[in-house]
C-alpha cells in the first residue's frame, strides 16, 4: 500500500503511466489485428530516412512539444493559459510564407526573400503575439484566457488577411526543409530537441525557473523577496508566443504552405492538456517541463493510436475533451477532499472489523 | 443623493449605445445607396443575429457570476447537425427533434455546472472541454454538410415571414418592399424578454449578480454558490441550444465547421455590452446592443463588397481588445479612489 | 444561568498545529451591554470569534446562547445567524454591485403572488429599516456608490433586522474617519438600548473606552480577565494586553546607549508617507542603530516600514541613504541599496510555500544578483546548510518544503534568505511572533550581534520587554501617524504611557 502510494506520488507518475498505457493499447490493437505483438517499436530505414510508428508519433508531436515548453512556463506564472498559440502558429505560418513568397502571390517556386528574413519574420510575429498576450494579463490584469481569447479569434483572421485569403503555397526544398528530414531523421524532431535543450538549459543555469515558480506560488511574497512579478509574466508570454512562431514555421513547412484555416488548428488544447498530463497543476506554481514533454508526446502517440484504430481526426477531440475533464477532477481540490474521506472512511470501516 | 449617478458601468453601457448608433449613423452616410437606410437592413441584422442574441442572453447570465462559456459555437454546430441529420437522415419529426436539441442542452450544462460549481474547475477548461467534445461529437453524427430541404414543417418554420406595418417602399422596379422579421427573431426577442426579467425580478436573477459581486459574502447571506454557479451554465447551454435551432432555420444546413468562432462573439458581444469579465455587472440589454454592433460590422464589411470576410472578426476582436482595456482602466480608477 | 445573560463560553480550548491558540478561555455577554474584547495580535480574540461563529471548531468547551436548550455549536457563520449571532467584518461581506435594499433582503426577499420579488415592498421595508436607524438614503442606489461607513452600518442594519440577540463587531472602525465612527457609536448605542448584546473587538484604546460597559482581555491564547469598564484605566489596559502589570514592573534600564554622529546616519526620511496607511514621517537612523517602532496594532508601524522598503509606494518627501538621496520604486530597490524587509505576514507575503528551504533561502540573494548569475548549486547548498545550522531550523533536510515546516522555523527561514543578501539595513517586522521562548531570545541575540556589526536595524514587535532589550530609540506610532520618539529613559513605563497616548486616564 505504502509503496503504491510512493510511486503514485512520483511527480512523472501520471505522463508516464498514460505514455505506458497508449503502448499497451498499441500492442493489444497489433495482436489482435494479426501483426508482430511489437510493431510499435519497430524502427526501419525505408527510402534513406527513418521509418515507423514512433517514429511517426516524435515527428508528429514535435509542435505540440514545442507548444508545450512555452505553455508549461505561462500556466506555472500565471495560473492561466495561453489559449492563443494554435492561431498564432497559424498567423506566424502564414507572415512567413506572405513574406517568401510577396504578398497576393498564391504559389511560388522561387524566395521573394532570404529563408532567413522569412523565419525570422514568422518566429517575431508570434513573439509579438506573445508580447500582446502578456501586456494585457501582466500589466492590466486581464485574465489570462480572456486575454488571450482576443488573438484566439483574431491571429487566424489576421493570417487570412496577410495571404489576401489564399492558401499560400512555398513549393521550394530549402523551406521544406524544417518539415522535411535532416540526413535520415525528420527535422521537427531535431528542432523540438533542440527548443526542449535550449529550454533545459535555460532552467538549469539560469534562475528563470526559481523566478517563475516564485512567481507563480506566492506574487506578492515573490515580490518582496526582489523580483518583477509583472516583467517575469510577461516574459513568460513571450517565450510562449515564440514557441508557437516556430511551431507554426514547422506546420507550415510540412505542408509547403500556409494554410490559414487549418495549421494549428485545436493545437492550444493539445498544449494545455501536455501540461496537465505533464503532472502540472493548471492552478499554477511547481513545474516540471520534462514531464509537459513527456505528456506532448503521450499526447500525440494517443491521437496517433486513434488513427490507427479508425478514429477520424474529426472525432479525436471527443476522446482528448473527455481525457481532460478527467485529469483536471482529478486535480481538482473538492475531488481530492472527497477522495481522503472516503478512503478515511474506509480505514475506519476496516478498523472496526478488526476490533 | 437623490438623482441616479452615472457611475462606470452605466457610462460602459451607454458608450456602446452611442458606438452602435454613430457605426449605424456612418454606415446610412455611406452606403445609402445599397439600401443601408431601409428599415429591412436593420431587420435583417436581427434576423441573422437572431442565434447569437439566444447566446449573449445566456453568456450574459454566466459571466455575471464571474465565469466564462466557450462550448457555445460547437454546442450550435451539434445542435444544427443533430437537427439536419435527424430530419434528413433519420427522418424524425422536426418537433420532437427541437426538444431532443433543449434537452442536450441541459445535460450538457448539467455537466459543465457540476465541473464549475461543485468541482471547482475553472471555468475556461471545462467549456474547452466541453468545446471540443461538442465540436467532435459534431463529426460523429456526420462528418459531411447536411442541408435540410425535406421537412416540410421546419422549412415551413423558417419560411416564415412576419410582415412589419410600416417602412414600406418601393423598389427600383416598382414592387413595394414590406419589412420583415423571421420565426428565429420573435423567438430570440422573447428569450430577451424573458432573461432580462428573470435577472431583474428572480431570486435566481439576483444570485447570479450577488455570487458575481463577491462569493464570499453571498455565501454569508445564506445563498447557495455552487448551486447557483450550476443552473447559470444549464441556462447558457439552454439557451445556446434554442440559439442553435434558430441558427439552423437561417442556415438550413449542419456541418462540422458550423458556427466555428461564435462563442467569440458571444462574449465580445456581452462585454461590449457592459458585462464585466469579473462578474457581479452587466445586463442583457446591453448584450443586445452588443449583438447589433456585431451585426452591424458584419453587415458593413458584406455591404463593402471588396472587404475580406476576416476584416469583421478582426474589427469585433478589436473592439473586445478596447472594452477589455476599458474595464481595466475602470477597475484601476476604482481602485485608486480608496 | 442569569437572566441577563445571553452567551456565555466556557472553557473554550482549541489548538492550530503547534500552538495553543485558545486555552481554556471564558467569554460572558450580557443583554444590553457593549463589551470589549481586547488583545495583541495573536492573543486570540479572532479564534475565539471564530469559535463561536462556527468558522474554527474548538476542542473542548461549551457555549451557550441564551433560549436555546443545551449548548450550541455552530457548524458556520450562516448556522450562528440563525440561532442569532451575527458578525460584522471590518471588510464588509456584502454585494457591492447590488442595490442597498437587495443587500439588507438578498436571501429573503418579499415575494409577489406571482412568486417574483416585490421591489416596491423591498423598497419600502429597506427605508423603514434605514431610518429606524437614523438614516435616511436611498436604498435603490448600489451599495458601492456609499462610503465604507454607511457600508459598515448597512451590514449592521442587515444583521439587527435578522433578530439577532448577539452582534459582532470585528474590528469595524479601522476604516473609518472619526465622524464615521461618531454615527457608528451612535447606532451601537441605539441597538444596546434595544437590548442587543454586542461585542465590539478594536484596537482603538479611545474607542473603547467611549463606548464600552465592560472589557475582556486575551493574551497568548489565555484570558487574563474581565473587567468593568471603570475598573480598568488605559494604562492598566495596555498593561494587561501586553503582559506585565506595570506596577509591580521593575524598570529595566536600557544599556548605554551609544553615542551616534551625523556621519552615521544611514537612512533620512523627510516627510514620507502613504495615502491611507501612514500619515507624512522623518526618521533617521544610524549605522548600529536598532530602532523600535511600537504602537497597537494597526497603529501604523509595519506601515512606516514598509514605505521606506517600497513594499508600499512613497508618495511624499524624500528619503536619503547614506547621504544620496533614493528613489524606490519596488521592493528590489531598496534591496540594491542594500535593505531588507521581513514582513509581518509570514504566509502571505514571506514565504513561498511550496519551494524548498534551500530555495526560500537563497531567493532574495538571487533577486538581487539577477536571473542570468545563478547561484552555483554548490554556494546554494553552502548558504542553506550555513542558516540552517546558524538558525537552528528544524527541517527534515534542505529540499524540504516549506511549508511543511512550523511557523517559528517558516520565519527563520525568512530570516536566513535576508541574512544571505548580507544588508545594511533589515527591518524586522514580528520576527519573534508565534516562536518559542528560546527562539525568541536567538532571535533577539543576534539582533544585536547585527548592530554590533554596523548593522542598522528596525524592529517591530508587540512585545515592549523584548523591544526594550534590542532598541536604543523608539518611535511611537498611533493611528497612522508616528507621534513621538523616545531616545532617553526606555522604559515600560514611559513607552506604555507613549502608546496608550490621550494623556492621563479617566
Known amino acids: ?355 | 443623493m437623490k438623482g441616479k449617478k452615472i457611475n462606470s458601468n452605466t457610462l460602459l453601457l451607454l458608450i456602446t449605445i452611442g458606438l452602435f448608433v454613430v457605426m449605424y449613423a456612418v454606415g446610412c452616410v455611406i452606403y445609402s445607396s445599397k439600401g443601408f437606410t431601409h428599415l429591412q437592413t436593420f431587420l435583417n441584422i436581427l434576423i441573422n443575429n437572431a442565434g447569437l442574441l439566444c447566446i449573449a442572453c445566456g453568456m450574459t447570465c454566466v459571466m455575471l457570476t464571474g465565469g466564462i462559456d466557450i462550448s457555445v459555437g460547437s454546442l450550435v454546430a451539434m445542435d444544427c447537425m443533430f437537427l439536419a441529420v435527424g430530419m434528413e437522415q433519420w427522418g424524425l419529426n422536426a418537433g420532437l427533434l427541437c426538444v431532443l436539441v433543449l434537452l442536450i442542452g441541459l445535460v450538457f450544462g448539467l455537466v459543465q455546472g457540476f465541473c464549475v460549481g461543485y468541482l471547482e474547475i475553472q471555468p475556461f477548461i471545462v467549456t474547452m472541454a466541453g468545446m471540443f467534445f461538442a465540436r467532435g461529437m459534431t463529426a460523429v453524427i456526420c462528418t459531411d454538410q447536411v442541408s435540410i430541404s425535406q421537412n416540410a414543417f421546419f422549412v415551413g418554420l423558417a419560411n416564415m415571414k412576419f410582415e412589419i406595418p410600416f417602412g414600406a417602399y418601393t423598389n427600383s422596379k416598382g414592387v413595394l418592399q414590406v419589412p420583415f422579421v423571421r420565426l428565429p427573431v420573435i423567438i430570440a426577442l422573447v428569450v430577451l424578454v424573458l432573461v432580462f426579467l428573470m435577472l431583474r425580478y428572480t431570486k435566481f436573477g439576483r444570485s447570479l449578480y450577488a455570487v458575481g459581486g463577491n462569493e464570499q459574502s453571498a455565501t454569508m447571506m445564506g445563498l447557495n454558490v455552487k448551486l447557483t454557479k450550476l443552473k447559470a451554465y444549464m441556462l447558457s447551454s439552454f439557451l445556446c441550444s434554442v440559439g442553435g435551432i434558430c441558427f439552423c432555420m437561417n442556415t438550413m444546413s449542419g456541418s462540422v465547421r458550423q458556427a466555428l468562432g461564435l462563442e467569440m462573439d458571444a462574449i465580445a458581444s456581452a462585454v461590449i455590452g457592459g458585462t464585466l469579465l469579473t462578474g457581479g455587472v452587466g445586463n442583457v440589454i446591453g448584450s443586445f446592443f452588443g449583438v447589433l454592433i456585431n451585426g452591424t460590422i458584419s453587415t458593413l464589411v458584406k455591404t463593402n463588397g471588396k472587404l475580406l470576410s476576416s476584416w469583421s472578426s478582426i474589427a469585433v476582436a478589436a473592439l473586445l481588445c478596447f472594452f477589455i482595456v476599458l474595464q481595466s482602466v475602470f477597475a484601476k480608477m476604482k481602485d485608486s479612489k480608496k | 444561568m442569569d437572566n441577563h445573560v445571553v452567551l456565555t463560553m466556557r472553557g473554550i480550548s482549541m489548538t492550530f498545529p503547534g500552538v495553543k491558540a485558545l486555552d481554556n478561555v471564558d467569554f460572558t455577554l450580557r443583554k444590553g451591554e457593549i463589551h470589549a474584547l481586547m488583545g495583541e495580535n495573536g492573543a486570540g480574540k479572532s479564534t475565539l470569534i471564530k469559535c463561536l461563529t462556527g468558522i474554527n471548531a474548538f476542542e473542548t468547551g461549551e457555549i451557550h446562547v441564551e433560549g436555546i436548550e443545551g449548548p450550541v455549536v455552530n457548524h458556520s457563520t450562516l448556522d450562528a445567524q440563525k440561532k442569532g449571532i451575527s458578525t460584522v467584518y471590518q471588510e464588509v461581506n456584502l454585494c457591492p454591485n447590488l442595490s442597498v435594499a437587495e443587500n439588507l433582503f438578498i436571501g429573503r426577499e418579499p415575494k409577489t403572488k406571482l412568486g417574483t420579488i416585490d421591489w416596491k415592498t423591498m423598497v419600502k421595508k429597506s427605508e423603514a429599516i434605514m431610518a429606524d436607524l437614523d438614516m435616511n438614503i436611498d436604498v435603490t442606489q448600489n451599495l458601492e456608490e456609499y462610503s465604507l461607513a454607511l457600508q459598515q452600518m448597512i451590514a449592521i442594519a442587515r444583521a439587527v433586522d435578522m433578530e439577532c440577540k448577539v452582534l459582532i463587531l470585528d474590528e469595524p472602525t479601522s476604516s473609518l474617519d472619526d465622524n464615521e465612527v461618531e454615527k457608528l457609536f451612535r447606532l451601537m448605542n441605539q441597538l444596546k438600548a434595544k437590548g442587543v448584546g454586542i461585542v465590539f473587538v478594536t484596537h482603538f484604546l479611545e474607542q473603547v473606552y467611549a463606548v464600552c460597559d465592560r472589557i475582556t482581555v486575551l493574551r497568548n491564547g489565555q484570558l487574563v480577565g474581565e473587567y468593568p469598564i471603570d475598573a480598568l484605566p488605559r494604562v492598566k489596559l495596555v498593561a494587561a494586553m501586553m503582559g506585565k502589570d506595570f506596577d509591580d514592573l521593575a524598570s529595566i534600564k536600557s544599556d548605554e546607549s551609544p553615542v551616534f554622529s551625523d556621519e552615521d546616519l544611514l537612512i533620512d526620511a523627510k516627510g514620507l508617507s502613504h495615502k491611507g496607511t501612514i500619515k507624512p514621517f522623518d526618521l533617521e537612523i544610524h549605522k548600529g542603530e536598532v530602532v523600535g517602532l511600537t504602537g497597537l496594532l494597526g497603529s501604523g508601524r509595519s506601515e512606516l516600514a514598509r514605505v521606506i522598503y517600497g513594499a508600499d509606494r512613497n508618495q511624499t518627501g524624500t528619503l536619503k541613504v547614506n547621504g544620496k538621496e533614493a528613489k524606490i520604486n519596488a521592493p528590489i530597490d531598496a534591496m540594491n541599496l542594500g535593505m531588507g524587509l521581513l514582513p509581518d505576514d509570514r504566509k502571505a507575503e514571506g514565504i513561498i510555500g511550496d519551494l524548498s528551504v534551500r530555495e526560500n533561502i537563497i531567493l532574495a540573494l538571487q533577486a538581487k544578483r539577477g536571473m542570468f548569475r545563478l547561484l552555483p548549486m554548490k554556494e546554494q547548498i553552502e548558504l542553506a546548510d550555513k542558516y540552517i545550522d546558524m538558525l537552528q531550523i528544524k527541517t527534515a533536510s534542505r529540499e524540504t518544503l516549506i511549508r511543511q515546516l512550523s511557523g517559528g522555523n517558516q520565519q527563520k527561514v525568512i530570516l536566513g534568505r535576508w541574512l544571505a543578501t548580507d544588508p545594511d539595513f533589515l527591518i524586522l517586522d514580528e520576527p519573534t511572533r508565534g516562536i518559542d521562548i528560546g527562539t525568541k531570545t536567538e532571535i533577539q541575540k543576534l539582533v544585536l550581534k547585527l548592530a554590533k556589526e554596523g548593522k542598522s536595524i528596525i524592529f517591530i514587535s508587540s512585545e515592549i520587554e523584548e523591544m526594550l532589550r534590542t532598541c536604543t530609540k523608539m518611535a511611537v506610532l498611533r493611528d497612522g501617524a508616528k507621534v513621538g520618539e523616545i531616545t532617553e529613559s526606555l522604559t515600560q513605563e514611559t513607552v506604555m504611557k507613549a502608546i496608550a497616548g490621550g494623556g492621563t486616564n479617566e
Open chain 1, 1 to 355: 500500500m505504502n509503496k503504491l502510494k510512493k510511486i503514485t506520488g512520483m511527480a512523472l507518475f501520471l505522463p508516464i503511466f498514460c505514455m505506458v498505457l497508449v503502448m499497451a493499447v498499441n500492442i493489444f490493437y497489433d495482436i489482435a489485428s494479426g501483426n508482430f505483438a511489437f510493431n510499435f517499436f519497430t524502427i526501419s530505414i525505408r527510402n534513406g530516412v527513418l521509418y515507423g510508428r514512433l517514429i511517426d508519433i516524435l515527428n508528429r508531436g514535435s509542435e505540440i512539444a514545442i507548444l508545450a515548453v512555452g505553455m508549461t512556463l505561462v500556466v506555472s506564472a500565471s495560473a492561466g493559459t495561453d489559449i492563443s498559440v494554435g492561431s498564432v502558429m497559424s498567423l506566424a505560418a502564414s507572415f512567413c510564407c506572405m513574406l517568401l513568397a510577396g504578398y497576393g502571390v498564391s504559389s511560388t517556386n522561387d524566395l521573394a526573400v532570404p529563408l532567413l528574413v522569412g523565419v525570422l519574420g514568422g518566429i517575431l510575429m508570434g513573439c509579438l503575439c506573445g508580447a500582446f498576450n502578456g501586456f494585457l494579463v501582466a500589466y492590466l490584469n486581464v485574465q489570462p484566457m480572456v486575454a488571450t481569447l482576443i488573438l484566439f479569434s483574431a491571429a487566424r483572421a489576421i493570417g487570412l488577411l496577410l495571404c489576401n485569403n489564399l492558401i499560400v503555397y512555398v513549393r521550394n526544398d530549402s523551406f521544406k526543409f524544417f518539415g522535411g528530414y535532416t540526413g535520415f531523421m525528420p527535422t521537427p524532431i531535431i528542432i523540438a530537441a533542440i527548443c526542449v535543450i535550449i529550454m533545459m538549459v535555460l532552467l538549469k543555469k539560469t534562475a528563470l525557473g526559481l523566478y517563475i515558480q516564485s512567481v507563480g506560488i506566492n506574487k506578492k511574497a515573490s515580490r518582496i523577496a526582489g523580483l518583477n512579478s509583472a516583467k517575469i509574466i510577461f516574459v513568460c508570454y513571450v517565450v510562449c508566443g515564440l514557441a508557437a512562431g516556430i511551431a507554426g514555421i514547422v506546420g507550415a513547412s510540412r505542408i509547403s504552405s500556409a494554410d490559414s484555416n487549418n495549421i494549428g488548428l485545436n493545437y492550444e488544447l493539445d498544449a494545455i492538456l501536455a501540461v496537465a498530463l505533464g503532472g502540472n497543476s493548471l492552478g499554477g506554481g511547481k513545474f516540471n517541463l520534462a514531464g509537459s514533454i513527456i505528456g506532448a508526446y503521450t499526447i500525440q502517440a494517443i491521437t496517433t493510436t486513434l488513427y490507427a484504430l479508425g478514429v477520424s481526426s474529426d472525432v479525436a477531440p471527443v476522446y482528448k475533451a473527455i481525457i481532460v475533464l478527467i485529469i483536471v477532477t482529478i486535480q481538482a481540490p473538492p475531488f481530492k477532499a472527497y477522495m481522503k474521506r472516503m478512503s478515511a472512511k474506509r480505514a475506519l470501516a476496516k478498523g472496526g472489523a478488526a476490533a
